[in-house]
């Protein structure tokens, strides 16, 4: 590639598999040069494990990021591997087990429900959330690049595939091609 990062020193978190978001952007910045440390949490020889498929070797330390002393602890943890750092590529995420592997496509409202209650008229019909912190908050840049600037909160729902304007959130794209 090229050495567009040479010299950088970034903070990967989010590493699970070598499938991963921040696996690949660990990947993609080791190539351009970036020195990277990741971290990972719960199945820390597995994390360990996939940073070894990475062009170059990469310090991995143990983050919970729902942990404050965790967090408290991880600039000292970061500063034994490099003097500093130019960025963050924040990719922690969760799921239940159920929605893990390529089956969150198939999760029930039960795995993913945010406050225990079925809010049904809010996700399939027209009807505000219930929760009133439901919906997505967005930049002010990302909402203007959607064309919602000025709209406050996004809320969302799920409609037949019929009524999905075209798009490209209509193709599945994947690193092999094309999906769907």
């Known amino acids: 590639m090229s050495d567009l990062l040479a010299g950088k020193r970034l903070l990967i978190t989010g590493v699970i598999t070598d499938a991963s978001i921040a696996f690949s952007v660990a990947k993609v910045a080791q190539e351009n040069g970036a020195d990277v440390v990741l971290t990972g949490f719960g199945r820390m020889s597995l994390v360990e494990?996939?940073?070894?498929?990475?062009?170059?070797?990469?310090p991995v330390i143990e983050l919970d990021a729902t942990n404050p002393e965790h967090l408290a602890g991880l600039a000292d943890k970061v500063r034994e591997h490099v003097d500093g750092l130019d960025g963050v590529v924040h990719s922690i995420a969760f799921g239940p087990q159920s929605v893990l592997g390529g089956e969150f496509l198939n999760a029930q409202?039960?795995?993913?429900?945010?406050?225990?209650?079925?809010?049904?008229?809010?996700?399939?019909?027209?009807?505000?959330?219930?929760e009133p912190r439901s919906g997505l908050d967005l930049s002010p840049a990302a909402a203007a690049a959607l064309g919602l600037a000025g709209r406050g909160r996004v809320s969302w729902r799920f409609v037949p595939e019929g009524q999905v304007p075209d798009g490209p959130w209509t193709r599945i794209e994947t690193t092999r091609g094309e999906a769907g």
């Not at 996939?50 to 990469?58: F, G, M, N, T």
């Not at 409202?109 to 219930?130: L, M, R, S, T």
């Open 109 to 130: 409202w039960e795995d993913v429900g945010p406050f225990g209650e079925d809010d049904a008229d809010y996700v399939f019909g027209g009807a505000a959330p219930a």
């Open 49 to 58: 494990r996939i940073a070894k498929r990475l062009p170059a070797p990469a």
